[in-house]
């Protein structure tokens, strides 16, 4: 929780926003998967991907968890990928043990990434805990959502994303 004092690093005010369409980045820099063999954006073309932004001490990280547990229950079935990508504040963050005693305690089912030296944060440029990122079919990401709350509009979005052909 106290990764949550910080505004810079966890950010508790929703913030959405359209993405613009720009081709999203590949997952690089990942020390190991959980949940998942190894995934890449390449081969998930065609899907709809949720990228999750997290990390477990946050405690509006905490307040998403079950809202995206939910969309990977939901939707799965219907082309939606989930993938969270745990990038850590703290040492013990760091720790995949740690990690895969988070990913139990909250039942997280969908692949998670420990992105310990932040290549895919810095990929995506994202700067918060929790941020979420939908990459439509094509590979673009084409929806941002930073903080915990607005979570009518981003399964409004899912649900879009997924009736699109």
């Known amino acids: 929780m106290a990764?949550?004092?910080?505004?810079?690093?966890c950010r508790g005010q929703a913030q959405a926003e359209p993405a613009g369409s720009a081709?999203?980045?590949?997952?690089?820099?990942?020390?190991?998967?959980?949940?998942?063999?190894?995934?890449?954006l390449a081969g998930l073309r065609g899907k709809v991907v949720l990228?999750?932004?997290?990390?477990?001490?946050?405690?509006?990280?905490?307040?998403?968890?079950?809202h995206v547990n939910e969309w990977h229950r939901r939707y799965r079935d219907r082309g939606l990928v989930v993938v969270g990508v745990h990038t850590p504040e703290y040492?013990?963050?760091?720790?995949p043990a740690n990690v895969q005693a988070a990913?139990?305690?909250?039942?997280?089912?969908?692949?998670?990434?420990?992105d310990n030296d932040y290549r895919t944060w810095n990929a995506y440029r994202n700067r918060f805990?929790?941020?979420?990122?939908?990459?439509?079919?094509?590979?673009?990401?084409?929806?941002?959502?930073?903080?915990?709350g607005?979570?009518?509009?981003?399964?409004a979005r899912i649900r879009e994303l997924l009736a699109r052909d």
């Open 103 to 114: 990913v139990k305690r909250y039942a997280i089912e969908y692949p998670v990434t420990l």
């Open 91 to 95: 040492e013990e963050e760091r720790r």
């Open 51 to 66: 990228v999750e932004f997290w990390t477990y001490a946050c405690i509006n990280c905490i307040h998403v968890t079950p």
């Open 3 to 9: 990764a949550c004092l910080l505004a810079v690093a």
């Open 150 to 155: 607005g979570y009518e509009a981003t399964d």
């Open 23 to 40: 081709p999203a980045p590949e997952f690089v820099g990942i020390d190991r998967w959980i949940n998942s063999p190894p995934l890449t």
């Open 129 to 148: 805990w929790p941020a979420l990122y939908l990459i439509d079919r094509q590979g673009r990401v084409v929806y941002r959502h930073i903080g915990d």
